[in-house]
């Protein structure tokens, strides 16, 4: 069964950095792209980042020049790089991930169970 696990999550000073990590749990034949979403309490689930299996980056103006994503193929694993975090930056953060999981099988969105990041003083 493939699953997505998030990891990394904590509780940081504003101005702080904190690295996340999905991995992806199970076998699988391909990755295409790989993100990261937030939810803020009260809010609606938004874009984080995205990175494809080749090509370039995307994130979203607010964290555009703050938050770095990479991918280990090797492992399959998408990380979310996080600095000069703010108290807006709080959210349940959630990967995703375009998965095919046998060669003949059409590619299918995942999402991990999410993981806290809290930006506090």
């Known amino acids: 069964q493939v699953q997505l696990v998030e990891s990394g999550g904590g509780l940081v000073q504003p101005g702080g950095s904190l690295r996340i990590s999905c991995e992806v749990s199970?076998?699988?034949?391909?990755?295409?792209?790989m993100g990261w979403y937030r939810q803020a309490p009260g809010k609606q689930r938004e874009f984080v980042a995205i990175?494809?299996?080749?090509?370039?980056?995307n994130y979203a103006d607010s964290v555009k020049g703050r938050f770095t994503i990479s991918r280990d193929n090797a492992k399959n694993t998408v990380y979310l790089q996080m600095n000069s975090l703010k108290p807006e930056d709080t959210a349940v953060y959630y990967c995703?991930?375009?998965?095919?999981?046998?060669?003949?099988?059409?590619?299918?969105?995942?999402w991990g169970q999410g993981t806290q990041v809290t930006v506090s003083s």
């Open positions: 990175i494809p299996s080749a090509g370039n980056t």
């Open positions: 199970g076998s699988i034949f391909s990755s295409n792209a």
């Open positions: 995703n991930a375009e998965l095919r999981e046998y060669a003949y099988s059409p590619y299918v969105w995942y």
